[in-house]
């Protein structure tokens, strides 16, 4: 009889492979252990590699029994017994066969940890801790007797500790002012009176100071209602880290509606407040309506913004206060709630910091359709549209590009070494719940989850940018409510999806509250190391470290990056940002030159990671402050690039 594990003992086989004499059995089985000992079989946990083979289920197997996957640095760790070895010699024999010649380390998934709560915001506040949200609902993780909608995520041991919020964190936005200190803006009203909470989170500010505990022991959220608030209400707003260190504050929505934006707020507010607290019109949000919410919104190098909202771009002056029209995404592709796209400033680079900005995925329907008249089988586009925003750039137009399959609701991840990550979404439907026809189960309006992530290489010709063949699928679907990150360690952390009304288990697209971490092929391997960089970190400042590089690694190929991780939520990262600096390695290889952004329009001033790409290897991030680490608003800081 043949076990799951494919292992017959009767037969002495393994899938049918003959196995060797005892002490044959024996040498394999020193083999093995050395086999583990060096990490030659991580490679396997890729599920693209020897795909469907028994050498690869019997490589996991052995890597399931043997020892345990860390997602951190993606390794091996084995503490062989000697009755393990025993009872499992036929095991090591038939993985022996396929760890002899390992492959290159791949891309791989990784399902470790359940937050406890649905993660649909998330940004990472350290380099062990990201902030999450949910909306007051009956989630599992539990604090002050009820179910808790805000907690600490640790990266290091995949747990959930519960925040205390006073109001409904829903569907709000959030980001970091100059002096690291993170905010969250907006969210819903009061659901039910009765229970937790009793304060309106729509014109909320949430505050929470630099942490530095790796535990988040102490770390806390404030709020107060009666001195920290905005000036309007706002559920389903953006947000944007600014040249001067604090936080615009853009569009949304007033009330709770199904669908689309019928009670909208078209305006822009700024905290610390600006302009005496008076939020400044938009005809840009107002023209944008119905579909409208979470505004795609970009600092460019100059410091103005770029917005993308339904199918329509401005970029707005903050100090002159005045919009300037630029030609509609093409096509009729729509980009923002409740038909999701997604959009991304891509990297800027030395000298010049020439700003592009990418926009994929949502749909060509339009938004003077019902949503009872659209379909949760709608095809999303398709689409990429991107354009330079610089005179000459806006002059040329929108350049076009596809995917290779349509997407609703993805989210774009700028990856250290430039490339862009776009993962999760639908390939049908539209956001929002149970309001279009045929939804999933009275709940979903999307369908048909995209489980494959697809790699984007800016760099590359057009017609060559896009490629997975090495990326592998996930089992879990993320669509509504779903929220994804870089994280300091250099791995994609993915949690959340919920398109119900309230914590669901009975539905096809059910609560999701599983963490995964989608490793790069660097997370496998030995990794540059940046020592003793400084906390804080002027502009247009050179500075020089110690550094490690591993041997084999080809030095004359070097990037340094310097990225703000962003806010995730509703397919869109808020603040997301690379800049790449200018870097020298010594000839011995045990030091590196760096050259900051050269002022606070490049990178607004504010919280950052460093991460060192040699070779196409990356290393862990490097935590500092960027700029004079003053509140906001502060001063210009740097030099003027040239005009």
Known sequence: MQSASGFSRQRREFYGVKLPEPAARRSLALF??????????HSYRSPDVYAGSAGTRLCRTILNYTGARTQNEGLVRTNLQKNAMRSFLPVLFFSSLACAAPSPPGWYF???????IVALEAIVVSPTLAVIFDRVQDDPLQINGAGAWGALWNFETNTATPLSLLSNSFCASGGFLSNGTMVSVGGQAVENPDTEPDTDGRMMIRLLEPCTDANGVGCRIIEDPATLHLAETRWYPSSLRLFDGSLMVIGGIHEQTPFYNVDPVNSFEFFPPKDSGVPRSSAFLERSLPANLFPRAFALPDGKVFMVANNQTIIYDVETRTETRLPDLPNGVRVTNPFDGTATLLPLRPPLFTPEILVCGGTNSSDAIPSEQLSSQDPAS?????????????????????????????????????????????????????????????????????????LYDPAAPLGKRFSNEQLPASDIARVYHSSVSLTPNGNIFIGGSNPNTGVRNDTRLHSEFRVEYLNPPYMSVARPVLHNVPKTLPFNHAFTVPVTIPAGLKASNIQVAMMDL??????????????????????????ITIVTPPNNRVYPPGPAYIFLTVDGVTSTGVQVLVGDGRAPPVKDQGIQLPL
């Open 32 to 41: 093995m252990e050395t086999c583990l000992e060096s990490d030659t079989c």
């Open 566 to 591: 962003g806010f995730s939520t509703h397919a869109f990262h808020s603040s997301s940002r690379l800049v790449f600096m200018d870097a020298k390695l010594a000839p011995n290889r045990k030091s």
């Open 110 to 116: 990784v399902q470790n940890g359940t937050t406890g």
């Open 382 to 454: 398709d689409q990429c549209s991107r354009i330079t925003a610089t005179p000459e750039g806006i002059r040329r137009g929108w350049v076009l590009e596809r995917m290779p399959e349509g997407r609703m609701m993805p989210e774009m991840v700028i990856l250290p070494d430039g490339r862009v990550l776009i993962i999760n979404g639908a390939q049908t439907g539209y956001a929002a719940i149970a309001s279009v026809a045929n939804t999933v189960d009275g709940q979903s309006n999307a369908d048909n989850p995209v489980l494959k992530p697809v």
